[in-house]
């Protein structure tokens, strides 16, 4: 996919824009907090409709304003389309190619994938983390898992309503019970499928980028125990047969103590456990390689090459591994934003961002903005 335009209104400390954009790697300078990435955060906010570095995207409306709004010209396999997305008073809108969607339609059209410093969290933060990220990797190339996830949080939280005020001995209790444990099953079996394949991708890119003596595996802990080579009936009744064995449990807790809530993703290294043994470098390889096998999962299962985000390019490795990553990126033919406060050795569209204005670089229009 190719983001050939895009056009801002109200955002962070953007200055009202329009910009045009190279097919190749286009690079964001400045100094520090001049802008950069809230430039690179305004395009993963036009492909994922949320941003990067908080749940409340409502902090992405410049302060002062009441709303904000973006607009993205992209070409994906097909041709060229044109997405809009707009807050105000808390509430988002999406037009796509002039029509307004709903952000299930919305989600996964234009994809991106983003690479900043705080995705350590995936590895050093709480499981929830990890679930909200590979659920929304799984969801940018599977529309019917995004549909499970939203309908399965749903069912979870009027089933723990049930369970917390003790009205389960009815007949619409059941009725949630056994669509939870069916969307709950499919849910599990998705997660198994993707990480069976993303993790041979992982361990790949991580020999070819970084280190060829070690080993790298993703491992979807299912809460189940192993369900590697369960049949997607034999996950639901196994689901079933542990909600009812600890249903005692969850009458006492008050909430559901069973189910694709309770999973975890972990990363080894060498067999060991890289959130515990694993250097702040490695961490930082270790994503560097994910975000590489994503790029490779979205190619391979919605045919379309997604943009990639990086921010603070400079902020992760060595001088040496910087530059044979990017000799890397410049030999594969993707669309690629950097941010960097050093000037960097590579062919690439430059863009200068100062005080929220971006200047100069030939693709800079700075004109009216209407999103
Ligand atoms: N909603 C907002 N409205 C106005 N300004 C904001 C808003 N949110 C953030 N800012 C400001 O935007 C500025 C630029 O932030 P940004 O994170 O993009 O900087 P940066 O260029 O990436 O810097 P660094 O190199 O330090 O990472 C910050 O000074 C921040 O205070
Ligand atoms: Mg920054």
Excluded: H
Excluded at 64 to 82: N, Q, V
Excluded at 223 to 244: H, Q, T, Y
């Amino acid at each position: 996919m190719i983001i050939s335009e895009v056009n801002y209104v109200n955002f962070r400390n953007l200055a009202d824009s329009t910009l045009r954009f190279s097919p190749g790697i286009n690079v964001f300078y400045g100094k520090n907090g001049q802008g950069k990435t809230n430039l690179l955060e305004l395009l993963y906010f036009l492909s994922a409709g949320k941003s990067f570095r908080t749940k409340k995207t409502t902090e992405v409306i410049k302060n002062g304003k009441t709303k904000c709004g973006a607009f993205a010209a992209y070409t994906d396999s097909i041709g060229e389309k044109k997405q809009i997305v707009k807050l105000l008073e808390g509430k988002k809108e999406f037009l796509w190619n002039g029509k307004k969607i709903s952000f299930d339609e919305f989600y996964g059209k234009l994809n991106a994938v983003a690479y900043i410093p705080e995705d350590v969290v995936i590895i050093n933060g709480a499981p929830n983390y990890r679930r909200d990220f590979f659920d929304g990797e799984i969801a940018q190339s599977d529309s019917a898992f995004f549909t499970s996830v939203k309908n399965f949080n749903n069912l979870l939280k009027i089933r723990n309503k049930y369970l917390k005020e003790r009205i389960y001995k009815n007949d619409e209790f059941s009725i949630y019970q056994n669509e939870f444990v069916k969307t709950g099953a499919r849910i599990m079996k998705t997660r198994q499928e993707y990480v069976r394949v993303l993790s041979s991708i992982l361990s790949l890119n991580y020999r070819k980028l970084f280190d060829n003596t070690k080993e790298l595996e993703l491992v979807y802990a299912c809460s189940l125990g192993n369900i590697k080579k369960k049949s997607p009936e034999e996950i639901e009744a196994l689901l079933r047969e542990e909600s009812g064995r600890i249903f005692s449990r969850e009458i006492q807790c008050g909430y559901s103590l069973t189910g694709p809530q309770r999973d975890d993703f972990l990363f080894y290294l060498n067999g060991c456990e890289a959130r515990t043994t694993a250097s702040q470098g490695e961490k930082k390889s270790i994503l560097f390689s994910l975000k590489m096998a994503e790029m490779d999962m979205i190619l391979r299962n919605k045919k379309e090459i997604p943009v990639l985000l990086i921010d603070d390019i400079t902020s992760y490795f060595d001088r040496d591994r910087l530059y044979s990553l990017l000799q890397y990126l410049e030999k594969r033919n993707i669309q690629i934003f950097l941010s960097s406060t050093e000037k960097l050795q590579i062919s690439a569209e430059d863009y200068y961002v100062e005080k929220g204005r971006v200047n100069p670089g030939r693709g800079c229009l700075d004109r009216r903005a209407d999103a």
